[in-house]
């Protein structure tokens, strides 16, 4: 099994925190993903006449993934199947029991920042996903994922 951890970048939109990743490959074609950053749904793109916007956030969130995510040692190819487990920080004030935000949308992000890095050629290559979305216990956010040959 092979470990590689990436290297810190300072988080731009939360406190001081830093966004980490650490990727495992075993030798079965799966991989293993932990990005500790907290996860941000997808903005709807902004269509005006002067082109396409994204909110600054999602913006700053997918600067952050693409520093954060190392490149691909192995790409994979055909059927893919994927599991991401989102571990949103608590807001100070909320009263709901779970992240605000569709879990599409949270989805959406991550795989447009995985698939920038080469883990799969296009991510309609996906034909079994899976996905959860929580509160974090601890103060940082965390994306888990796995992604394996089907």
Not at 9 to 35: F, I, R
Not at 84 to 102: E, H, I, Q
Not at 115 to 140: M, R
């Amino acid at each position: 099994m092979q470990t590689m951890p990436v290297a810190t970048t300072p988080m731009a939109m939360q406190e001081s925190s830093k966004a980490e990743c650490e990727v495992t490959w075993d030798g079965s074609s799966k991989c293993s993903l932990s990005l500790w950053l907290n996860p941000v749904p997808a903005s709807r793109p902004r269509v005006t006449r002067w082109g396409t916007y994204y909110s600054k956030t999602y913006k700053n969130w997918m600067a952050i993934a693409d520093d954060s995510i190392p490149t691909a040692t192995y790409q994979f190819e055909g059927l893919v199947k994927v599991h991401v487990d989102f571990y949103v920080v608590k807001p100070k004030t909320s009263k709901l029991s779970r992240p605000r935000g569709d879990i599409d949308n949270y989805l959406k992000a991550i795989l447009d920042a995985v698939t920038k890095k080469g883990y799969w050629l296009d991510d309609d290559e996906i034909v079994h996903l899976t996905a959860t979305k929580q509160f974090s216990s601890s103060k940082d956010g965390l994306i888990e994922m796995t992604i394996s040959d089907l």
